[in-house]
């Protein structure tokens, strides 16, 4: 199906904040800068939650029960290979709401559904991330078992994501604001049955603006969107494959969904989406070379986009 006006039944708004499944509020670890060490782990590893104390290389396979939280400082790079596994932890008696202003502010678990399967995150808070994953030799990350709460970096100082498997995930990685002058690049990587987003972003304000390179990406299979990007967000999505997001007949999912920016759209793919591209409050979004499904792969909508064309 082609073009279609937006209308109150598709609209559906998310607070942007960040949801963490973990610390209750007298266990939220305090950060500090890392020593400048190195600590390698590889093989069969178990890492304990808490905040990183020297920067970190991953291999093999890490077995990770709880937050890990990722400071100033501090980087976490998981090398091609590396096989993540997240297990669920309900010793945490909370949910936590993650504020622009960085504060965690303790939430009853009844405020979400299911919060209890998705607990361990890794947060990257104004540290670096790196997966160096490939096509033939990804970085994976995997739930035990039920789902995990997914990657959150705030203001990281370095995030570049190739080759990763990230998936189960109540979202799969999500950026608020950017402090770093090159881009932000998400390449490679399969992002799939997440429940909120495969990825989120949002910039804080035109200083934490998040410019973003998306390419060669696979999204497919969850809830809500595969992409979800706010104000202050820039940037290309290209040469991308969205499909299977299906939510219900009241809250639709959208394989994009954009609140407030102009994120350009070259050479995607879009097939069984509830929507193909979802506009709302402003958006302005370009297209060229993208290919909508037919028949059997046709999208509920293409798009809710003004002016709308491939």
């Given at each position: 199906?082609?073009?279609?006006?937006?209308?109150?039944?598709?609209k559906?708004?998310?607070?942007?904040?960040?949801?963490?499944g973990?610390l209750?509020?007298?266990e939220i670890?305090?950060?500090?800068?890392?020593?400048?060490?190195?600590?390698r782990?590889?093989?069969r590893?178990?890492?304990?939650p808490?905040?990183?104390?020297?920067?970190?290389?991953?291999?093999?396979?890490?077995?990770?029960?709880?937050?890990?939280?990722v400071g100033n400082?501090?980087s976490?790079?998981?090398?091609?290979?590396?096989?993540?596994?997240?297990?669920?932890?309900?010793?945490w008696?909370?949910?936590h709401?993650?504020?622009?202003?960085?504060?965690?502010?303790?939430?009853?678990?009844?405020?979400f559904?299911?919060?209890?399967?998705?607990?361990?995150?890794?947060?990257?808070?104004?540290?670096?991330?790196?997966l160096?994953?490939?096509?033939?030799?990804p970085?994976?990350?995997r739930?035990?078992?039920g789902?995990?709460?997914?990657?959150?970096?705030?203001?990281?100082?370095?995030?570049?994501?190739?080759?990763?498997?990230i998936?189960?995930a109540?979202?799969?990685?999500?950026?608020?604001?950017?402090?770093?002058?090159?881009?932000?690049?998400?390449?490679?990587?399969?992002?799939?049955?997440?429940?909120?987003?495969g990825?989120?972003l949002?910039?804080?304000?035109?200083?934490?603006?998040?410019?973003?390179?998306?390419?060669?990406?696979?999204?497919?299979?969850?809830?809500g969107?595969?992409?979800?990007?706010?104000a202050?967000?820039?940037?290309?999505?290209?040469?991308?494959?969205?499909e299977?997001?299906r939510?219900?007949?009241?809250?639709?999912?959208?394989?994009?969904?954009?609140?407030?920016?102009a994120?350009?759209?070259?050479?995607?793919?879009?097939?069984?989406?509830?929507?193909?591209v979802?506009?709302?409050?402003?958006s302005?979004?370009?297209f060229?070379g993208?290919?909508f499904?037919?028949?059997?792969?046709a999208?509920?909508?293409?798009?809710?986009?003004p002016?709308?064309?491939?």
């Amino acid at each position: 199906m082609a073009h279609l006006k937006r209308n109150a039944t598709f609209k559906r708004r998310v607070p942007l904040l960040v949801l963490l499944g973990g610390l209750s509020a007298c266990e939220i670890p305090v950060l500090r800068e890392c020593s400048g060490a190195v600590e390698r782990l590889s093989g069969r590893t178990t890492r304990k939650p808490g905040a990183l104390e020297n920067s970190e290389i991953w291999s093999g396979e890490v077995t990770l029960q709880g937050d890990l939280f990722v400071g100033n400082g501090c980087s976490l790079t998981v090398e091609a290979g590396t096989l993540v596994r997240v297990l669920p932890d309900d010793r945490w008696a909370h949910a936590h709401a993650m504020h622009f202003d960085g504060s965690l502010v303790p939430l009853p678990r009844a405020a979400f559904e299911r919060a209890s399967e998705r607990t361990s995150a890794i947060v990257v808070l104004e540290g670096s991330l790196e997966l160096r994953g490939t096509s033939s030799n990804p970085v994976r990350f995997r739930a035990s078992e039920g789902s995990w709460s997914g990657i959150v970096a705030r203001r990281p100082k370095l995030l570049s994501i190739r080759g990763a498997e990230i998936g189960d995930a109540y979202r799969g990685l999500e950026v608020i604001g950017y402090v770093s002058s090159a881009p932000l690049r998400i390449q490679d990587s399969l992002f799939e049955r997440t429940t909120l987003c495969g990825l989120c972003l949002g910039g804080e304000d035109s200083g934490r603006a998040v410019a973003a390179e998306i390419r060669g990406n696979r999204f497919r299979d969850g809830g809500g969107s595969g992409i979800e990007a706010h104000a202050f967000v820039s940037g290309v999505v290209e040469a991308n494959f969205f499909e299977g997001y299906r939510g219900t007949p009241a809250t639709p999912a959208a394989a994009a969904r954009l609140r407030g920016n102009a994120l350009s759209f070259l050479d995607n793919t879009f097939e069984r989406n509830d929507i193909g591209v979802d506009c709302a409050e402003a958006s302005t979004p370009g297209f060229a070379g993208n290919r909508f499904g037919a028949g059997a792969q046709a999208n509920g909508t293409d798009s809710t986009c003004p002016d709308f064309a491939p």
